[in-house]
């Protein structure tokens, strides 16, 4: 037990959704009634409000703090996610789905793409995504929970969510607030530090109010007002590998059928997002400006919606990377105050639920040991930059013949990518590395839907009998086809079951 004992005093500057997240967790978590979490944020400074899709993981987030999934759903007026399409990646005019969930299922110990690899080789043209039960499911807009699923079909089925942001940090707020955390409007103009430490010690708001405290969590977004303004943390700038620098966003009306998957099409220089709610679609361009104009990005973006827009686009500017010390001092930086990373694979929200998860892990006493915040900060960098490496695989593995793409295609790697493709261009072999969010199935899903595809399979597959193989591959096919077909489309499951008003 330490002398120090546990901190008791925590203090959010910021509340979108890290903010409200966290917020949220702590108050679930820490012994309420002898703590005291408060959050401060500005309405005039507002959030970011974008951040619409999200990954299977953030199940597990609802579950910890006792979400009801149709109240979730209803009250952030969103929408079920089985995948991501995407557009024109590989090359104009192709399109693959990244599913959730897995593929088949393995035999003897050996992944299920090798089994499909060697089949493929013997002439059976059958695409892999045939044997997703999510891919099944979305490509005909249809959604039903795993567990009204009969069979083997309903585990094999994975989704998370699209939602509204702004509603989302909504229903956080009202969790945590009942919960007891305290909400204190005003913009934090100062960020005061203990002299003998460098600690922070209190945020000074706008009206001259001190709020003090033992841990602080900086969710104040792009400005990072405590972990770089204050502490002067450093940043690890991503660019040279992820040059897309900034977004414009832009809502547009609701269109039928309503997807069960986000939709990333690849344009001249970046590429456009479509996330499906049940009000509006969310949309946005993610690009270079170095090879885009401003004006040009709003011309593409604006010439492929696919109904009327909702308001004028919103533009937005980053700069890929990650903060150097995500735990710095007595302050932890959530979201994007901790870097940022595109949303080509829904990651952000996800990077901010670890950063949750991983703090209540290692939850400090007062005396803040180094070696507990040593490790929070080794395994975060660790699963930035595997997510890092999955995102600039999208990029490397292109055919377009843009400047921006062929630049792309053309750039040096990370040595921990280049080990990937070499593992699976050769006998499409994948390893999942400690903390790696992403599993064999994502890997293999854009691997083969860049179209790389591998020369070769694992030789232990040969010991498996061709004719059974085929047989049972047939079998988990028809399977999944037949459960897809029983399933109530996407907007009727919706209707039915989490309707928001
Ligand atoms: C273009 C784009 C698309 C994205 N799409 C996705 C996606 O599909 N999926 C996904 O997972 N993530 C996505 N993200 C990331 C996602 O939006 C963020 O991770 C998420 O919204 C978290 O934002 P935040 O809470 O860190 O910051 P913000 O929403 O910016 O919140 C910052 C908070 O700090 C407060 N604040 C700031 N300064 C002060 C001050 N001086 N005083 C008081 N309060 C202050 C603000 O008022 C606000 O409450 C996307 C990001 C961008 C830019």
């Known amino acids: 037990m330490s002398g120090a004992g546990p901190v008791r005093k925590v203090v959010i500057a910021g509340g979108g959704t890290a903010g409200w997240m966290a917020a949220a967790a702590l108050s679930k978590m820490l012994p309420m009634q002898e703590s005291s979490i408060t959050l ?215 269109t039928e059928p309503l997807l069960p998957y986000t939709r990333s099409s690849a344009r001249a220089a970046g590429w456009q997002w479509r996330i499906p709610l049940q009000h509006r679609t969310g949309n946005g361009l993610v690009y270079c400006s170095s090879q885009l104009s401003d004006d040009a990005a709003a011309g593409i973006l604006m010439g492929h919606l696919d109904s009327e827009p909702l308001a004028e686009p919103r533009p937005l500017k980053f700069v890929t990377g990650r903060r150097k010390l995500a735990w710095n001092k007595n302050c932890v930086a959530l979201g994007l105050a901790g870097g940022f990373l595109e949303p080509l694979e829904s990651t952000s929200i996800h990077l901010i639920q670890a950063g949750i998860s991983k703090l209540l892990a290692l939850f400090p006493d007062k005396d803040f040991k180094a070696h507990e915040r040593d490790e929070y900060n080794r395994l975060t960098a660790s699963q930035w930059e595997h997510i890092r490496d999955f995102l600039i695989l999208h990029y490397k593995l292109n055919e377009r013949s843009e400047p921006f793409w062929r630049q792309c295609a053309a750039m040096e790697i990370p040595d921990s990518l280049r080990r990937k493709i070499d593992l699976f261009a050769g006998r499409g072999r994948l390893f999942r590395y400690e903390d790696e969010l992403f599993t064999d199935t994502n890997w293999t899903a854009v691997m083969i839907g860049q179209g790389l595809i591998p020369t070769g399979y694992d030789p232990l597959v040969d010991a498996v009998p061709e004719g059974p193989m085929k047989k049972l591959l047939a079998a988990m096919g028809q399977s999944f086809r037949q459960a897809a077909d029983n399933m109530p489309t996407h907007a009727d499951y919706i209707m039915r079951h989490c309707k928001g008003v």
């Not at 409000?49 to 609802?62: C, D, L, M, R, Y």
């Not at 003897?108 to 002439?123: A, C, D, R, S, V």
């Not at 083997?152 to 998370?160: F, I, W």
């Not at 602080?216 to 204050?230: K, P, V, Y």
Request: hydrophobic fraction near 40%; include cysteine.
């Open 40 to 254: 401060v944020e500005s309405d005039e400074i507002g959030i970011v409000g974008v951040g619409e899709a999200t990954i299977p993981p953030i199940k597990t987030f609802n579950a910890m703090l006792g979400i009801d999934e149709n109240a979730f759903v209803a009250a952030t007026k969103g929408s079920f996610k089985l995948g991501i399409e995407f557009d024109g990646w590989q090359r104009e005019g192709e399109a693959y789905l990244h599913p959730f969930g897995p593929y088949g299922h393995d035999i003897n110990g050996i992944k299920f793409h090798h089994f499909w690899l060697k089949l493929q080789k013997l002439g059976f043209a059958v695409p892999l995504n045939e044997f997703n039960m999510s891919a099944v499911a979305a490509r005909h807009y249809r959604f039903d929970r795993p567990e009204h699923i009969p069979g083997p079909a309903g585990p094999a089925l994975d989704y998370a969510y699209h939602f509204d942001a702004g509603l989302y940090a909504n229903f956080l707020r009202s969790y945590a607030e009942e919960r007891g955390v305290v909400r204190r409007e005003g913009k934090i103009e100062q960020v005061q530090q203990d002299s003998t430490n460098g600690f922070i010690s209190a945020l000074v708001l706008d009206d001259g109010t001190h709020i003090e405290g033992e841990l602080f969590i900086d969710c104040t977004g792009f400005r990072a007002l405590l972990i770089e303004q204050c502490l002067q943390t450093g940043y690890e700038d991503w660019s040279h590998w992820l040059p897309c620098d900034r977004a414009l966003a832009v809502p547009t009306a609701r």
